[in-house]
């Protein structure tokens, strides 16, 4: 941060004597540290994200609009920049920062902190740092056009509309019925002893999102066996290529689908809709989804365990 190069630059004797005191340079204004997310933003699990947004805000790095909700935990905004290229803003969701130092430069921003990640190609992101080592995702991708199309701008312009919303105190909040997936953490319905049958996780403790709405057990590696477990909103699951089939489970009408139609690609999900999310008039509803990794198997395999975890969970759901 700026404040911390500049006291670098005092005499060895005056940063002893700062440290020891707890003052700041002279002119240097302190800033005190975040407050934590669940502080500001209250129920991190009714949190409605597209109250931190907003299209009109936007206009100055492209003309927005919303965009499907594929999630309870982040709003989507398509921005459409001034050279014709389209970005994906999304806005919303919480992650526990790693320990260690920041992937990034990290900047004040009012009360809150922005960290300024290095971009990659297609993409560019500004979390935005609580004190209790919860971050808010802010990022922009690019869908079509220029790779240098300007994303760090888009995504700078959405983490500075957040903040300002967060510390305002104007986030805003769903109102779930008792029965809400919203409501339920993943990782207390799918049961851990049932994962450890799975191959390699045997030992794999669940893994909680901040908002809990997610939960997984095993690594974030490619090579490493995994599950997900989301409560998540959207569209009604569907058959979208022929590696997917529609069938009941457990007396709930389930989608199961090798991810992304490749029955060599060992990544399988099982969706579930559960009640109306939202606007009744939208068709919108509430989705429980695993998704399971077995490295070394085919998708075939990955939704066989799908299908399995799927019997074994969607009994203790809520009814649909």
Known sequence: MPKRVRLLRLPLV????????????????????????????????TVDPCTLTDPAALAHVGAARPAATVSLDYCLLHVELPDGSLAQLSVGELERVPPGPPSGPVR???????????????????????????????????????????????????????????????????????????????CAVLDTAVVAQMPGLADAEPVSAPARHQCRWGELAADAPRIQYSHTAGAPPTVLHGAAVEEMIAGRRTVLSVVGGDPSVPLCSAETAHRPFG?????????????VAVPGETGIDACEYARGLAAATWPRLPAA
Do not use: Y
Not at 33 to 40: D, K, L, S, V
Not at 134 to 144: C, E, G, K, T
Not at 279 to 291: H, I, K, R, T
């Open 14 to 45: 005056l940063v002893w004597l700062l440290a020891v005191v707890g003052c700041t340079p002279p002119g240097e204004k302190a800033v005190a540290e975040p407050a934590g997310a669940a502080e500001m933003l209250g129920d991190l699990r």
């Open 108 to 186: 004040q921003l009012g009360t809150l902190r922005v960290r300024h990640d290095a971009p990659i190609p297609g993409h560019c992101a500004r979390p935005l740092l609580f004190g209790d080592g919860i971050a808010m995702n802010v990022s922009a991708d690019l869908l079509s056009g220029d790779p240098g199309a300007g994303l760090c701008g888009v995504a700078q312009a959405g983490a500075e509309i957040a903040a300002e919303v967060v510390q305002r105190g104007e986030v805003g909040h769903h109102r779930f019925p008792a029965d809400s997936l919203a409501l339920i953490d993943p």
């Open 279 to 291: 606007d009744p008039a939208s068709g919108q509803v509430e989705v429980a989804m695993l998704v």
